[in-house]
Structure formats: C-alpha cells, structure tokens
C-alpha cells in the first residue's frame, strides 16, 4: 500500500525528516544540520542524493527537506525549511519523488546552497506562494535537472550571493512557473536559467528583477529553452543581460512583458553562438551606455521580433543589433534611442542579416543613425518609419565592403544637423524603393554616396531637404549613385538637388523631379572629375540658383529628355566651367531669369542636340565665356526681355576674366529668334574677347534688331554654312567701347546659300577690320556703312537696300542687286578697288529722260573684271535722251568692263549702256545717234497719242518691238473674219422631184495671208501669219419681184495669227500670238437670180472674242483678251460686156465695200510698268474696184461651168493700227491706204457643188504687203 509521509523534528540530528503516518515527534521549525557533500555543483549534489538514496534519514541530517524516490510525497504548508550549510538543499526532490509547498517559506544561507531541488526520475514539485531564498554565493533559488520538474504560482525567489541562479532548468529539467517573482542580487546571478538540451523554463507573468553587474534577467543556454510571457525583467547592474540566449540550440520566447536594464552595456535581449530568440509584444527599455536593446551575435543566430517597443537612452546603446553573422527579423516593432551614437537599429559583420517590417526608429542623440550596416552585414527595411533629431544622426547608414541595405517604402526623416537622410559608404551598397526622405538639418542631406565602390540607388521614392546646405541627392569620393523616379526638394539656401564631386564618382537621375527653392542652390551639380548623367527629369528652381552645373576638368554631364523650367531669379539653366563638360540632348529649357540659359565659362565645354529654350527675360540664351566652347545641333531659341544693360541678346560671347582667351561656337540645324526691344542675336560687351562661331542649316533672327553686335575690341570670325543671319541691322560694331581700347577685326563668311539680312554698321574709329565674305549661292540683303571688305564669290549676292560704302568690293560669278520699294534709289560707294569676274549688276531706274532718277555706282578707286549689267525700270514712261543717264562712275583707272544685260525698257523705249566719251562714266541711252535716219511717217489723224519723230539734233528714240506685236495682235483679231459675198457664192436652184424649182446651201471658207509692216517710226518691222476657217449657210431666202433673190444666214468661224516684230536699231525681237472665234450673220440682195447679174447688195455682222500675247526677248510674256464686233456692207452691178462663143462671155462688176472694224483689246500693264493700250481701234475700211470673170459653160445639161476673174481695189483705212506704250502711240505704216490685186476661180462641178480659190495682193507705203490665199467649197442640197 502507498505510504503517507510526514515532516517532523529529529532531535538526533537536529533537522526536518519525512516519517511514515505511524511516526510520532515534536515538529519545529528549522534545522540546524550540515550537509555531508561539499560540491558546490547540481550534479555534486545529485551524486550524494544518489549514494544515499537508501536511507532518507540520512539525507534529512543534511537539508532542510528531502523526498526520495516515487513512493515518497511530501506536503508542505505554511512552514519554513532552512539549510545554512554550503551545498545544502532547502529542498531536495529526487528519484521520482513528489513535493507540494504552499505558503512555504525555503532559506538557504550557505554558499553554492539550493532553496528547491527537482531532480531525477521525473521527480516533481510543486510550490505555491511562498518564498525562496539564498544567500550564499553561487546559490540556487529553485531547481529542475534530469527529468525533474518544477512548478511556482505566485512564489518570490531571491538570490543575494554572487553568481546565484533565482531559477534553474538543466539537463532536461522544467520549470514552469505562473506570477512568481525572481529576484537576484549578486554580481553574475541568473534570474532564470534553462541550460542544456530538453531543460525547460516557462514563465508566464511574475518578474524577474536582478540587482548585480553582469547578471542576467532571463537566460537560455547549452541549448535549453525557456519561455517568458508577460513577464517584467529588469536588470540594473553594469553589463547585465536583461534577456539572454546563446548556444546552438537553446531557444528564448518572449511573449508580452517588459524589459528594463539601467546598468552600462547592459543589453534589453541578447542572443548567441547559434541560439533563437522571439519576442512578441514586448516592452524593452535601457538607460546605460552602450546599452542595446536587442543584440543578436554570432553565426547562426536567430532574433524574431514583433509587435515590440524598444528604447535606450544610454550613449552607444542601439536599439536592435545584430553582428558576427546572425540574423534579426523584426516586424511592426519601435525603435526608440535616446543617446549620442545610439543607432536605432544596427547590423555589422558579414553574414549578419538584419530584417525589419513596419514599426518604426526614433533616435534622439548626436550620431545616431536610425538604421546602420556594416562590415558587411545586411539590412532590409520595408515600409519602416525612420526619425532621427541629433546631430550626424543619419536616417540610414551603410558602410564597408560587402555590405548591403534594401529599403522598400517607409520613411526617413532627420532633423539634426548633418544628418542625411540616407546614407552609404566605404564601398556598401544601398538600394531604396518608394521611400520618403525628409532632412532639415544644416548640411543634411537626403541621400548620400561616398567613397569609391559604394552604390546607392533611389527609386519611385520622394525626397525632401529643408536645411541650408542640405543636398537631396550626393556622391562623393568615387561613389555612385542612382535615383530614378524620384521627386526630390530642396528649399534651404545652398541645398543643390542633386550633387556629385569627386574623381570616379557617378550620379545617375531619371524619370525624376528636381524642385529647388533656396537661394544659391543647384538643381543638379557636378564637379571634381566626377560624371553625372540625367534622364527624363523636370528640374524647377525658384530660387537663384543654377539648373544644371558642370565644373572641373573631366567632369561630366549629361542630360536628356529632360525640362528646366527657371524662375525670375534663377541663375543658369545649364552651365560648364573650369572645363567642365555638360551634354543636353532633347531637353526643353524655359526661364525667365536674368541669367543665361546655357553658359560655358573658364574653358566649359556645353553641348546641346535638340534643345529647346524659351528666355522671356534678361538672360541670354547661350553664353560662351572665358575660352569655352558650345556646340548645339537642332538648338531652337525663342528669346526676349531686356537685361539691367538693355540688352536683348540670344548669344553673347566675351572674356571677363581671361582676356585673350579663344571663345568656340558651333550651331548646325538651329533656329535662334529674338524678338522685342534691343533684340540682338550675337553679341559680344568685353574687350579682347577672340571668338570663332560656326553656322550649319542655322537661322539667326533678331526680329527688328541686330544679328551681330560686337562693342568692344572683340576679334568675332563668324561662318555660315547654309545659314540665316537676320535682323534690321546684320552687324554692328565699336559702339559703347571704352576709349583708348584696342579696336579688333570681324568677319562674316557665307557659304552654301547663307543668307544675311540687314544693314552693315562699323564704327571704323574702333574696329580695326570688317568683313563680309560669301561664296556657294550665299547672299546678304542690307545697306553697307563703313564695312571694310565686300567679297562675293560663286553665285553670290549682295540685294542693297540703301546708300551705302564699303571699302574694297570684289564679286565674281555672283550678283550686285539694288533693291527698289519705290521709295527712293540708292548709290554704293566704293571707297577703294572694284573687282568684277564675270558678274551681275543689277540696277533700278526711273527710265526717261537724262534727268531721271536711278540708282548709282561710285568708285572711288580703280575698277577691273567684267560685270554685267541688269536696269530696272522704277517706274518711268521713257523718254529720249540726249546725253543719257549716268548709272556707274569711276573716278580711279577704268579697266573694267560694264556690259547691258537684257532689255532696258519703259514705255515705248528700248534703251541701251553705253560708255561715256570721258571713258570714265556709264549712261542709259534711249536713242540713236545715225546721219541718214529712216523716213519719217507722217502722222495720220487717228486717235491714240503722238507719233515720235526725229528732233532736228537727229538723236532718235529708240522703240521697242513689244508695240509692233501688240499692233499686229490688233490687226489681226479686226481682218481674220472678214468677207464678202464671193466668199459665200450666189445660191444656185435646182428642180426637184416633184418639178419645183428649189435652192438651199452649205458653204465652207478657208483663208490664210501673211502680211508685212513696219511702225510709224521706221524701225520695227512686223511679219504676221494668220488662218481663219469659216462655215456658213443660209437660213432664208426669198424674192421681191419673182427674178430677184433675198437671202439670210449665220456663219461661224476659228481663226489664228503669229507674229515676230523686229527691231533695226537694237536688234531685240517680239512675238505676238491671237486665236480666237466669231459668230455672225449675213444677207444679200441680188437683181438677177438666174443670170447672176444685175444690180447687187451684200452685208455682214460678227462678234469675234480673242485670246492674246505678246512676249519679246528678255521680258516676260503678257497675255490679255480682246473681243468686239464687226460689220460690213457692199454693193455693186455685174453686167455681160461680150460673148465670146456660144458658151463663154466676159463679164464686169464694179463693187464698194465698207468694213466697221470694232475689235477692241484690253488694257495691259506690263511686268516692267509700262501701261499698254491699244489705239486704232473702231477703224472704218472702204474698198473700191472692179472684178473682171470670163465664164464658161461645160455642160450645160450638167449645170457645170468654170469662171476666172482678176479684180482690183483700193483700200482706206480711216485709222492705222497701233499701240500707245505709256502715252506714246507707235502705229503700223503704210496701211491706211493700200492696192490690191486678186485672181482667182470659181467653178461649177454639178448643181450641187461649187468650189473657188483664189490669191490676194495688197502693197501700201513703207514696205507695207499682204499676200493671202483663199478656197472655198459650196454645196447646195
């Protein structure tokens, strides 16, 4: 049977001892005894309870309580039990026994003394409220070993000695303990201590309160686990653990509950040499220096945290650390630190892996870093939010090879002076993803690279400095650096966007904002060898700062796709010094600064490609400055606004402080415009400034303004490659130069169809040389003052649009143009040598007489080559001169050659260049110098104006062949359709079928003449061809008297004529050319209808309409219509005079005609002004003759007959044909009174077809003739 046990007093040996329920003594309530074992260790003790196992009796003279084996319990109950002897037990539990206390009370004073020992066999004990304490150094509190188990509800352990344990779990030992409390206060204590593999100590509620120096609140080790939930731990000891795991395998769980350390370097949680510790919910709270409140240590290591608050507010004491390769997780935790260097959250040491999710790291001292990594550790942080307010304390901090840190959402904000918001260097790599970076400290920047090998990359993120001298994004000492998608902003003075310095060092911007506000803060800045490149970014500044800045030699920028917008007090928007080197390609600038928008200075090199820039203030579009070169390809500037100077330049190029030094520009597939007040493209304001700029497919506009304006004694050589340079004035120099200055030298090159507009103005007092040189097509239009050397070559052209000088001019193969707005002419004055090769001189003339206005070339020097000559008429009507006009003087050796280039006309004028006698001197003449001039025509009484006739000095005008073609237009369209009734043969009748005697036809006519005629003033001969066709038929016919017959009809007809006119005085020709058609009616009346004789009467009337030109040799061809009507009557007898036979006789007719000849032609204005009207127009013909036939029968049955007839007319014409060119009348000659000669025939084939034909001669004065050929065919049906 099971035996019940109880405590009672041996007096023997002075001690508690377990009796069986039969045993009987005086119970007290302490024990005086020693233990008989002398080892200080839980295994030494266990060895003696092991010996003795026998005999419990023997054992009790040593502790306070023993129960021994599993047959024996014991129960305890409000009592005291105490072992003062070193290596006593309080209570000893052991080979499976079982002990119960509640309300007991366990003291042990001696050294290396238990108060409760659990062991062997599952031996188990359990103890309710009460108290444990030892007092000796190396003391236990309460116990569990091999097997052995422990419970404690509400107990308190004490420990007072050194290196004492307040609970201890070992070899497979538990503890589980509910709301005790542990309290240890010696030096190296343990309030809670699970040691080795199995052993088990699980704390839920209750505290564990050590007071010594490195001493442990709770502990794991040798791979014991232990569990705390909702437990306070406090330690306040220097270098005491509030929380400590090490060893592979030991485990600690923190669940709940508080940890609070105040002694130095005494951790919150540690962990080690492969152990695991987890924390969920805790409290963790340090005030000593180097202090930590998590540290994770060694390969291996394990620290999970969650849902925790960490603080220090001891010097160099981090919230979270982990190093020597462990690994911290810590999700939705906050890290408080309160001490200077006191990093929120740290990692260090290669292999070392620090995770943290949510939650968030405040630091408050000076170099506290919010997160760090080091020496190779890792760190990754996701959506963590990061403050840091001490001096140098940095959001996050990177350092050492091998190191990496991954940021990805969160936030990072410092406050402190030079604190950065993120961080890394000495060869780490950082990479950050949609974080906020805010800084505003002095000198704090939002992230920052340093030292060669490091790389730090921002993305999707945005970034915000608010402290002066705080920049958003820097590279220094060869680190690199990317940001990309990033909004970043800075608004403290001298707070540059983004800035990299140093050889080697890289920054890298894209699809990113740059906003800057502070004064004398950069939006991106490069310098100190360093590259920096930027893609896709919009930069703002507000503030005065720069946009972009490169400087140093081997600095490198480049931007592209990419917007500078620059405020009214901005500086550049893109500037290269200390040769520096900048690169845009597709970028947009738009400022309203003061400043320029691209700048190079001290040697900086700026190259642009298709770069767009809107300058609406002061600032110049591109300033190249102290031996620096720009080069821009597809650059288009839209400039205006006036500086504090007044000026309003697109390009300005000077030496401020290198006098002498060698300016570059270079532009290709440009347009540049400046626009408003003062509206200058190139400009140069400072002395000794030496400037090359080269032009490619490059327009330069100052709208109203001045394309190239050099001050100072600036030597500017300026080449133009297929380029415009444009404005109201093209150059101007040495205006506003300092007196006493060196005067310099410019030159202007065009080539390949450069264009130059705009007048020439040289202050000859302070410019040594100017040129103006074009080749390749090239040309310049403006006037000329003081400009030193003109050269055309190849196809080139000066257009001058004024009076103007130069010094030296040569052209060669290329064009001199006055221009002419008809508001006056100008003269060119050659101050020096005139050189033409085979070259054009275009010149505008009022062409009239000697008097007339023109335009003038003075040389002052010598002239040689040969120079063709083109004159203009500006306006005149012509006129005659006697000594001519005076186009071209030379006063030095005239050795040139001028030649006439095609027509000079005005008017009815033709003039001719001629060379004066003085040899010196080149006229206009407009007439002809001959003894034996042609004969006068006398005038008649039409109409139109004066006829010319020679003066009595013999100079004659010399006509134009324009007024005979227009004249023989004229002719031709009032003759082509006229006819008389031989043309449309007497009706013929026939008997038809039924015996009635019927007539009814359809005639066809074909004419065709070629006429010769000279003008009024005997110089211009005419020769026309002309063909008309016409069909007719009657329509109606009758009679009065039954013999006679009336007739009616309509006709219809196409006709054309060409003419060439012919000059005999200047040899120039002129073609005319008419067609046009006619509609008409005729009747016709004739006595004797049988006999065709007798008394005859015959009438017509047309409408014709016509289409004209006239074009002469080297004038262009005018075209103009001309339409009217025209009609005609005649009358006659034609009588049988003799019969020769039976079947031929001779007949006669004497005939009168008069033709009303109503064709009128437009007025013309020629392209060269002269006003062209026709005159003789409404001309009354009369015709007067005789017609003699002889006609034959053939066959009489047949109705078949042949009759050749001769006949002969006089013809007046009551007006000549003619043409008034500006009022002067030339009219055709010898026309108003003509004889003509015809023969023809006429048969009869049937009676029903005739034909007829015949030929045509008129002869008149002056040469006139007319010879024309006629066939006609007439069916009667």
């Given at each position: 049977m099971n035996k019940s046990y109880r405590v009672i007093w041996n007096y023997a040996l002075q001690c508690y001892v377990v009796t069986s329920e039969l045993a009987r003594g005086k119970v007290k309530s302490s024990c005086s005894g020693k233990a008989a074992g002398k080892s200080r260790l839980v295994s030494g003790a266990l060895g003696s309870a092991l010996l003795l196992a026998g005999s419990p009796m023997a054992l009790a003279s040593e502790h306070g309580a023993l129960v021994n084996g599993p047959e024996d319990k014991l129960e305890l109950s409000n009592q005291t039990l105490q072992a003062t002897g070193n290596d006593h037990y309080g209570l000893l539990v052991q080979n499976g026994g079982q002990a119960s206390a509640t309300d007991v009370t366990v003291l042990n004073a001696g050294n290396n003394g238990y108060g409760v020992f659990s062991t062997l066999a599952s031996s188990a004990t359990e103890m309710t409220r009460g108290s444990v304490q030892t007092t000796g150094t190396g003391g236990y509190g309460v116990v569990a070993s091999r097997t052995g188990t422990l419970k404690l509800d509400g107990t308190r352990v004490e420990t007072t000695g050194q290196a004492a344990y307040g609970a201890y779990a070992s070899s497979a030992g538990i503890i589980n303990s509910l709301n005790a409390d542990y309290l240890t206060r010696g030096d190296s204590a343990h309030g809670a201590y699970s040691r080795a593999t199995g052993s088990l100590i699980d704390l839920t509620g209750g505290s564990v309160t050590t007071g010594g120096a490195k001493a442990y609140g709770l502990f794991a080790g040798s791979g014991g686990q232990l569990n705390a939930s909702d437990v306070q731990v406090s330690t306040s000891g220097d270098q005491s653990y509030a929380v400590m795991v090490t060893d592979k395998g030991s485990e600690l769980t923190m669940t709940g509950g508080k940890v609070t350390t105040t002694g130095t370097r005494a951790?919150?949680?540690?962990?080690?040499?492969?152990?695991?510790?987890?924390?969920?919910?805790?409290?963790?709270?340090?005030?000593?220096?180097?202090?930590?409140?998590?540290?994770?240590?060694?390969?291996?290591?394990?620290?999970?945290?969650?849902?925790?608050?960490?603080?220090?507010?001891?010097?160099?004491?981090?919230?979270?650390?982990?190093?020597?390769?462990?690994?911290?997780?810590?999700?939705?935790?906050?890290?408080?630190?309160?001490g200077d260097q006191s990093y929120g959250v740290m990692v260090t040491e290669k292999g070392s892996k620090l995770t943290m999710t949510g939650g968030t790291v405040t630091t408050a001292g000076s170099k506290a870093s919010g997160l760090a990594a080091g020496s190779g550790g890792k760190l990754s942080a996701s959506g963590v939010q990061v403050t840091t307010s001490g001096t140098e304390s940095n959001g996050v901090t990177a350092n050492n090879v091998g190191t990496e840190v991954t940021l990805t959402d969160g936030t990072y904000s410092t406050s402190g002076e030079s604190a950065h918001g993120i961080y890394a260097g000495s060869t780490a790599t950082l990479n950050a993803s949609g974080v906020q970076v805010v800084t505003g400290g002095v000198k704090s920047y939002g992230v920052y690279a340093d030292s060669a090998g490091t790389e730090l990359t921002l993305a999707d993120s945005t970034l915000t400095t608010t402290g002066r001298n705080a920049y958003g994004a820097y590279a220094a000492s060869g680190a690199k650096l990317n940001v990309s998608g990033t909004k970043l902003s800075t608004s403290g003075d001298y707070s540059d966007g983004g800035y990299v310095s140093g050889e080697g060092s890289l920054l890298n911007v894209n699809d990113s904002t740059v906003a800057i506000s502070g004064n004398g803060a950069n939006g991106l800045k490069a310098d100190g060898k360093s590259t920096l490149n930027a893609t896709n970014t919009a930069i703002e500044i507000t503030g005065d700062g720069i946009g972009t800045y490169a400087s140093g030699e081997g600095t490198v920028f480049n931007l592209s796709d990419s917007q500078i917008v620059m405020g009214q007090n901005a500086g550049n928007a893109v500037l290269a010094v200390y040769s520096g080197t900048a690169s845009l390609e597709n970028v947009g600038i738009i400022t309203d600064a003061s400043n320029s928008a691209l700048a190079a200075g001290m040697g900086g090199t700026l190259n642009s490609k298709n770069v767009s820039v809107q300058a609406h203030s002061g600032g110049y579009g591109i300033e190249v400055q102290d031996g620096s070169t720009f080069k821009g390809n597809n650059v288009t500037i839209e400039k205006s606004g006036t500086d504090?100077?007044?000026?309003?330049?697109?390009?300005?190029?000077?030496?401020?402080?290198?006098?002498?030094?060698?300016?570059?520009?270079?532009?290709?597939?440009?347009?540049?415009?400046?626009?408003?007040?003062?509206?200058?493209?190139?400009?140069?304001?400072?002395?000794?400034?030496?400037?090359?700029?080269?032009?490619?497919?490059?327009?330069?506009?100052?709208?109203?303004?001045?394309?190239?304006?050099?001050?100072?004694?600036?030597?500017?050589?300026i080449d133009a490659d297929n380029s415009l340079l444009s404005g109201g004035t093209l150059l101007k120099t040495g205006y506003s130069t300092t007196e006493g200055s060196t005067a310099g030298s410019v030159v202007l090159n065009g080539s390949n169809h450069s264009l130059f507009e705009g007048n020439v103005d040289i202050d000859r007092s302070q410019t040594q040389d100017s040129q103006i040189n074009l080749s390749g097509s090239s040309a310049w239009t403006g006037a000329s003052s003081g400009l030193n050397t003109l050269t055309l070559n190849d196809n080139s052209q000066w257009n001058i649009i004024g009076d103007s000088s130069v010094d030296t001019l040569s052209a060669s193969n290329s064009t001199l143009n006055f221009t002419h707005d008809g508001a006056g002419f100008s003269t060119l004055t050659v101050n020096g040598n005139y050189s033409g090769d085979n070259s054009t001189l275009i010149m505008n003339a009022a062409l009239g007489d000697d008097n007339s206005a023109s335009d003038k070339l003075h040389i002052l020097g010598d002239s040689s080559g040969s120079t063709d000559v083109v004159v203009n008429n500006a306006g005149g009507s012509g006129a005659q001169t006697i000594q001519g006009m005076q186009l071209i003087q030379v006063d030095g050796a005239s050795n040139g050659e001028f030649r006439q280039k095609g027509r000079i006309v005005a008017g009815a004028y033709d003039y001719s260049l001629v060379k004066g006698a003085d040899q010196h001197g080149w006229y206009l003449m407009s007439d002809k110098n001959s003894s034996d001039p042609d004969p006068v025509v006398t005038p008649g009484e039409g109409e139109g104006g004066q006829i010319v006739e020679p003066p009595v000095d013999q100079h004659n005008m010399i006509v134009r062949p324009e007024a005979a073609s227009y004249s023989a237009n004229l002719a031709a369209a009032n003759t082509l359709f006229t006819t008389s009734m031989d043309d449309r043969p007497a009706e013929t009748f026939y008997t038809d079928a039924s015996g009635q005697q019927q007539s009814t036809r359809l005639w066809l006519h074909n004419s065709a003449g070629h006429s010769r005629v000279k003008d009024s003033s005997g110089q211009l001969k005419s020769d026309t061809n002309r063909y008309a066709i016409q069909l007719g038929g009657d329509v109606a016919g009758g009679t009065l008297t039954g013999s006679d017959s009336l007739r009616l009809g309509a006709m219809a007809g196409y006709g054309n004529a060409q003419s060439k006119s012919r000059s005999a005085v200047s040899g120039y020709q002129s073609r005319g050319q008419v067609n046009g058609y006619s509609l008409g009616v005729y009747g016709s009346w004739l006595q004797n209808a049988a006999e065709q004789s007798g008394a005859f009467v015959d009438s017509s009337l047309s409408y014709g309409w016509f289409n004209n030109s006239v074009k002469g040799d080297d004038i262009g061809q005018q075209s103009y219509k001309s339409k009217g009507i025209s009609a005609s009557l005649a009358g006659g007898y034609r009588a049988e005079v003799a019969t020769l036979s039976d079947s031929t006789s001779l007949w006669l007719r004497p005939q009168a005609q008069l033709n009303w000849q109503g064709v009128k032609a437009d007025d013309v204005k020629e392209q060269n002004g002269s006003r062209v009207q026709a005159t003789g127009q409404d001309n009354l013909q009369s015709r007067l003759g005789v017609r003699a036939s002889l006609r034959t029968l053939l066959d009489p049955q047949a109705q078949s007959a042949i009759e050749p007839y001769a006949e002969a007319n006089w013809l007046h014409n009551s007006r000549a044909f003619g043409t008034a060119l500006n009022g002067v009348n030339i009219q055709q000659a010898g026309t108003r009174n003509a004889a003509e000669v015809k023969l023809g025939v006429d048969a009869r084939l049937n009676a029903n077809v005739n034909l007829w034909g015949g030929v045509a001669q008129q002869l008149g004065n002056h040469s006139y003739s007319d010879t024309s050929a006629v066939a006609g065919v007439k069916v009667s049906f």
């Open positions: 951790y919150g949680l540690a962990a080690g040499t492969g152990s695991r510790l987890s924390a969920s919910g805790v409290q963790v709270s340090t005030s000593g220096n180097q202090s930590n409140g998590v540290t994770a240590n060694n390969a291996s290591t394990e620290v999970n945290l969650e849902n925790s608050a960490f603080e220090t507010t001891g010097g160099n004491a981090f919230g979270l650390y982990a190093g020597s390769a462990s690994t911290l997780n810590a999700s939705n935790v906050q890290v408080s630190t309160r504090s100077q007044g000026f309003n330049a697109a390009i300005n190029v000077l030496n401020l402080y290198y006098p002498d030094a060698h300016n570059t520009l270079s532009l290709s597939d440009s347009d540049i415009n400046v626009s408003g007040e003062n509206a200058t493209g190139i400009v140069s304001k400072r002395q000794t400034t030496l400037a090359d700029i080269k032009l490619a497919n490059t327009a330069i506009t100052a709208t109203d303004g001045t394309a190239v304006n050099v001050l100072t004694g600036t030597d500017m050589h």
